[in-house]
């Protein structure tokens, strides 16, 4: 056969697919490292994004309040019983700061949910303790601050942990987060071989 009739001599033939976990490699983890706080990461993700959606809704709310809050003070002070109504600039400041709350709030919101969905996957860190850290912000609305504190806390210990931080380096590295979960459950590679320096009982 010709060279040039051959099934691989074709340009255009699509190549077979690389399995992820010969793209990354096998994870080989330090002795001492535990996976106990990488199995959170999940779970804080899934709380970034219910957070993401309460300030969300928040925003919302505060936006709905900005738009009828010039019709509600000319009722409350219509000029009578000696109390001069008040100027129309006063008003429309009011109002425009707080529709920006709103607006804040509202991008706060949709970080956190990004945040989050990377967070699941083990991608951007860095990010999600941005989104966090901002996330206090939305304590202006007094209705967000509990959640948003609690959630930084947890954040802050989580990503900050020794193996949460290697995790997110495998991840980077493109390894698969169910198989960098299962590295750290087993303290063995996706393949399922022990690392020489694994300890003799698998990691938490």
């Known amino acids: 056969m010709h060279p040039s009739n051959a099934p691989d001599a074709n340009p255009y033939t699509p190549t077979a697919e690389i399995p992820e976990q010969a793209i990354g490699g ?13 199995h959170q990461v999940p779970i804080l993700g899934i709380l970034m994004v219910v957070q993401g959606g309460l ?18 003070i000319s009722q409350a002070r219509p000029g009578g019983g000696g109390n001069p109504p008040l100027p129309p600039e ?29 967070t699941v996957q083990f991608r951007h860190r860095g990010r999600a303790l941005l989104a966090v850290s901002f996330g206090l912000l939305s304590g202006l609305t007094c209705y967000c601050l509990p959640t948003s504190l609690l959630l930084f806390i947890y954040a802050m210990v989580v990503l900050n942990n020794r193996g949460v931080v290697l995790a997110f380096d495998l991840r980077r590295r493109g390894h698969h987060p169910q198989a960098i979960q299962q590295a750290f459950s087993r303290g063995a590679t996706p393949t399922g071989r022990v690392p020489p320096n694994a300890p003799a009982t698998p990691g938490d």
């Not at 300030?55 to 509600?72: H, K, N, R, T």
């Not at 006063?90 to 990377?118: D, E, H, R």
């Open 55 to 72: 300030d969300v809704l928040m925003s919302a709310a505060v936006g709905i309040y900005a738009f009828i809050l010039p019709e509600a």
């Open 26 to 38: 096998p994870i080989d983890l330090p002795p001492d490292v535990r996976g106990t706080f990488v």
């Open 90 to 118: 006063a008003t429309w400041v009011a109002t425009a700061l707080i529709a920006m709350v709103s607006f804040f709030v509202l991008a706060i919101g949709i970080a956190n949910i990004f945040a989050g969905i990377w």
